[in-house]
């Protein structure tokens, strides 16, 4: 089977106005569909740069990335950016939702310029129901607290049926008990929706939570291990 996600000797240089940084020294890794991979790594080794490249928010310095077989430098902006829409869905520590907006509203943003609103509505609040709000739909973010505003934002990553979810810390800002239950949606969602899910974690309880992890340091992947 074709990984969907596959990176061969991937680097990562970021140019500031004094140094030179590689992140990124050379990634080889595939992830398989289906998967649900947990990243881990001291502060510094490369984890949210790796995430960004997957999510198409940066590009790579040198090697290549795969997606689904496709390779991403081969691509233009406009497919990039059919990508970031449909087929990566992200989650970040902060929750980055719209405070003016319901959260229903905040879910159903990704699909604004999709046709189809009844199916969309429908879709948002079935989401909604999934990570365990059906009875916030309303709300706006400053009425939730914030392991549900952080389950909105997965409900809205959620959205456009990508195929990868890529979630960086999404627990950081989290308590134990609704950092747990955020693993526990991720597990969900990776079965019932079948998307592939690679999330960053300081937390090594957290990342027994997924089917594998992956160790990065200095920007390197040290050590891959199955969980179970
Ligand atoms: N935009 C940038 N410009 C220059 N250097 C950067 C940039 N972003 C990250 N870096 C550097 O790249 C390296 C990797 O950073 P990255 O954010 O990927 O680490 P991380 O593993 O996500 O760390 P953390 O666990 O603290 O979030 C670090 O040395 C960082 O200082
Ligand atoms: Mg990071």
Not at 24 to 43: Q, Y
Not at 82 to 104: H, K
């Amino acid at each position: 089977m074709q990984p969907i996600i596959e990176a061969r000797n991937l680097e990562k240089i970021y140019k500031t106005r004094v140094e030179r940084i590689q992140a990124l020294k050379g990634l080889n890794f595939s992830v398989e569909k289906g998967d649900f991979t947990a990243l881990m790594g001291p502060s510094g080794a490369g984890k949210t740069t790796l995430l960004n490249l997957i999510g198409c928010l940066d590009t790579s310095t040198a090697g290549e990335l795969l997606m689904d077989g496709r390779q991403l430098d081969h691509l233009k902006e406009k497919e990039l950016t059919e990508i970031r829409r449909n087929f990566v869905g992200m989650v970040f520590q902060e929750f980055f939702l719209i405070e003016t907006l319901s959260a229903l509203e905040n879910v159903m943003l990704p699909a604004l310029f999709n046709p189809g609103k009844k199916i969309q509505k429908e879709r948002g609040a079935y989401l909604m129901e999934l990570v365990g709000l059906k009875n916030r739909m309303q709300h706006l973010p400053r009425e939730l607290s914030g392991g549900e505003m952080q389950r909105v934002a997965i409900a809205r990553a959620l959205m456009n049926s990508p195929r990868i979810i890529l979630a960086d810390e999404p627990t950081g800002n989290l308590d134990r008990k609704n950092a747990l239950n955020i693993f526990a949606i991720l597990a969900e969602i990776n079965h019932t929706e079948d998307v592939t899910v690679l999330v960053a974690t300081h937390n090594v309880k957290l990342a027994h939570q997924a089917k594998n992890i992956m160790y990065i340091s200095d920007g390197l992947i040290i050590k891959e291990e199955a969980v179970r």
